[in-house]
């Protein structure tokens, strides 16, 4: 077993760390996160220009070929920068969902276009669960004269004011199914929500007698949801881990430098073991993101089980941290002007995006990974 990273990766690490430096600087995020669309379609081009959008996609699709520990090492870099953009949406979940479909005619017609930044797609499902809710899912379809229609709505769509295209999970007659919807479909209704989290955008999708194309056989969408979720909230840990490392930095880098009573606050006991938590929160979180990638490609099966321990602790990891920062920082880390707030709304948004710590320990008992829920 093996967590360290090759040549290769250690290029595209610097790569993606070079690129959201210069692309993504706080400068940047706070000029964004206050725009309507809430993102920057040139940084969006140039991304699919150096590959960073089908890391995980065959070639035969336009993508990389690589694997989900690359898709990995960029959502650290980009959690790092608080990257604007709707990566996480459609690179990793929504193609996730289509790699996982079982159709192949889907793929070629969607995936090219994506990886070239020429498409946005995102899963309109009911975020903020762990597993695929059959009863929670909040649109059905049914096939009226040969044509399958969709009614319905789902409240939290990520990034669905950015997407063109729609990946619908929906009920049926045989069960989860998966469609295809362009967002400018007759019948298709996106209302914002507002954000906690400035930096990553939310939307109420509509569907009302909405014409769809159907994804796969009907009624099979379910598991190839639920490992498209897994792989998602396991990119999610590592984006974590990246940003809970950039607030670490932080927090250590102003210890430092800030005196107090004539010496550095970092001399005091209490900041010293303020930091020290930290930094224990971070490796334990980065171990767990790590494995969940592992899994992922070494041993699927045991993915359900490492997605879970991964979110459970890396949620929460990433709050203590960006909430142990502002405590360093004292009361310029409570200021709009200072980036502390940044990084703990995303902490906070984050913790619930796929189903929350307890949601996860609680799956962990179902899974029979535990028997009864882990508490921190």
Known sequence: ???????????????????????????????????EEGRDPAVWAELAQ????????????????????????????AGAALLCAPWLA?????????????DPTAMKEFLPPMVAGERIA???LGLGSATVDVGALGIRAE????????????????????????????????GVSLFAVGSQTAG???????????????????????????IGEPGRAANAISRALDEAAAVLAMEQVGAAQRVLEMAVGYAKVRFQFGRPIGSFQAVQHTCADMLVEVE?????????LWAAAHEPADLPVAASVAQAYCSEAFVAVAGANIQVHGGIGFTWEHPAHLYFKRAAADRALFGGPADHRARLVDLGAVTVPLQR
């Open 1 to 35: 077993m093996q967590f360290g990273f090759d040549d290769d990766q250690t290029q595209l690490r610097r790569l993606a760390r070079d690129f959201f430096t210069d692309r993504s600087p706080e400068s940047t995020v706070r000029q964004l996160m206050m725009t």
């Open 90 to 102: 459609s690179a990793v979940l929504a193609t996730g969902v289509l790699l996982h479909s079982g």
């Open 188 to 214: 298709v209704s996106v209302t914002p929500q507002p954000p906690l989290d400035l930096t990553r955008r939310f939307a109420a999708v509509g569907l009302a007698d909405v014409t769809a194309r159907l």
């Open 50 to 77: 150096i590959g960073l959008l089908g890391l995980n996609v065959a070639e035969e699709f336009g993508g990389a070929g690589a694997g989900l520990t690359e898709v990995g090492i960029v959502a650290e870099e």
């Open 284 to 292: 334990c979180a980065r171990s767990a993101a790590r494995y969940a």
């Open 143 to 174: 096939q009226r004269d040969g044509t399958w229609r969709l009614d319905g709505a789902e409240p939290y769509v990520l990034d669905a004011e950015s997407a063109d295209l729609f990946l619908v999970a929906a009920t049926t007659a045989e």
């Open 122 to 124: 995102t899963l309109v």
